[in-house]
């Protein structure tokens, strides 16, 4: 079965803190990884597509990186309205979440 | 702007049967391609349904056979037919739209559906 895994799978940190969350994939999936946020108000957001695309409206403290197997999601400056529930996704498979919160 | 507002969730017993609806506005579901997916209590993100613009539809293994999808173009509604519902059922279930990149880019605030006697 293909299988993303996400890590960590919480993570504690200051505004304005680098917030790094990675994702990989049991086979090759050349680009096709997306990133979205959930706000605690069950508000789900897409914010990268194509592993590195920042979707239109978003912040552009966001960035996605990574190819083939293993890709990342950068916050580079956390502000408090980042708090919630991230996850990697490929076609019909989610990652495990990482829960962000602040300090 | 798009907007996809879910309803018709609630409390129903096991073996029972619940359509939850998704309306949309903003766009057109009739040439959009569309899915379902469901959060449990505590859980991560699970895909249920697509339907593409075509009408051609898909299902997870876990509700093959029990769940339908569906669109009424003259409401521009989607809906999610939900038979012999069991306990591990109980979710949020999101309407999303899906787009040619294997993105879902639009999703809805979510119903809840708890299957419980």
């Known amino acids: 079965d293909f299988q993303m895994t996400q890590s960590p799978s919480s993570l504690s940190a200051s505004v304005g803190d680098r917030v790094t969350i990675t994702c990989k994939a049991s086979h090759d999936i050349s680009n096709h990884l997306n990133w979205y946020q959930q706000t605690p108000g069950r508000v789900t957001n897409l914010l990268i597509y194509d592993a590195t695309k920042l979707e239109t409206g978003v912040p552009s403290r966001f960035s996605g990186s990574g190819s083939v197997s293993d890709f990342t999601l950068t916050i580079s400056s956390l502000q408090p309205e980042d708090i919630g529930t991230y996850y990697c996704?490929?076609?019909?498979?989610f990652g495990g979440g990482t829960k962000v919160e602040i300090k | 702007e798009v907007q996809l507002v879910e309803s018709g969730g609630g409390l129903i017993q096991p073996g029972g049967s619940l359509r939850v609806s998704c309306g949309a506005s903003g766009f057109n579901v009739s040439n959009t391609d569309m899915s379902w997916l469901r959060q449990a209590p505590g859980k991560g993100l699970e895909w249920v349904s697509f339907i593409y613009r075509d009408g051609s539809t898909y299902y997870a293994d876990s509700v093959v056979g029990r769940f339908t999808i569906s669109r009424a173009n003259s409401r521009n509604t989607l809906y999610l037919q939900m038979n012999t519902l069991r306990a591990e059922d109980t979710a949020v279930y999101y309407c999303?739209?899906?787009?040619?990149?294997?993105?879902?880019?639009?999703w809805g605030q979510g119903t809840l559906v708890t299957v419980s006697s």
């Open positions: 999303a739209t899906w787009r040619g990149s294997a993105a879902f880019d639009s």
């Open positions: 996704q490929l076609y019909g498979t």
